[in-house]
């Protein structure tokens, strides 16, 4: 084998091991052709052993340096992965916090006015038997007896002063209005939020100048 057949097998078996060619032809094309073949150093005959111990001390070194620099070079790359995971992580959280916040958001809207409504019907419910009591007092009463009908007028006067008819018919009006406008304040906040989740909100005017 010639020393450039030597160095293509040796290039092609162990890769980037450093190699110095030594040869006694020391035109540039020489020079070139094994270069290009893959070795590190050129040393042409005759040399002096100084130079040649020098040169393959620099080639170590340089060696050394290159494994040093893929080293760090795959410590940076690990360091990147494990900080586009962390920011990935971090994203992530931060979409979950704003989701929880969201969430805590629209349940606080939707809770104060379910909460009236639930109130107000409740009280409504109370309000409602007191009315079908007094109705049902006033059925009892008797109308049809000529005789007793002075009695029965006084016995109703004392039952609406009793029951307060006209306040109770006020409380009425106050919490159906309560209950209404609990559920339509829910029904805008659920139709704004199913709104938004479609994408179709209705353009608005904007003042570039503010």
């Given amino acids: 084998l010639s020393g450039l057949d030597v160095l293509r ?7 980037e091991l450093p190699v ?17 073949l893959g070795a590190d150093d050129y040393v042409t005959k005759p040399f002096h052993p100084r130079e040649l111990v020098a ?21 940076l790359e690990r360091a990147l992965e494990h900080l586009r ?22 349940a606080h809207e939707v809770n104060n ?24 007092r006033v059925q009892a009463l008797e109308w049809r007896d000529l005789a007793k009908l002075p009695d029965s007028a006084r016995e109703l006067e004392r039952l609406e002063s009793e029951v307060g008819l006209g306040e109770v018919g006020a409380t009425l009006d106050e919490l159906v209005g309560i209950v209404i406008e609990g559920l339509d304040r829910t029904s805008r906040l659920v139709r704004d939020l199913r709104d938004f989740g479609a994408g179709e909100r209705e353009p608005e005017a904007v003042d570039l100048r503010v």
């Avoid at 060619?21 to 290009?36: E, T």
């Fill in 85 to 106: 995971q962390t920011e990935v992580a971090l994203v992530q959280a931060e979409r979950l916090a704003a989701v929880g916040e969201l969430a805590a958001g629209i």
């Fill in 113 to 136: 006015p379910v909460n009236f409504a639930l109130n107000s019907l409740r009280m409504l419910k109370d309000t409602v038997k007191q009315v079908r009591e007094f109705a049902s």
């Fill in 55 to 75: 040169r393959a001390r620099s080639l170590v070194r340089l060696r050394a340096l290159q494994l040093e620099l893929a080293e760090q070079n795959a410590a």
């Fill in 9 to 15: 097998y040796v290039r092609e078996q162990y890769g």
């Fill in 20 to 36: 110095i060619v030594l040869s006694a032809r020391n035109s540039d094309r020489d020079k070139v052709s094994g270069l290009d």
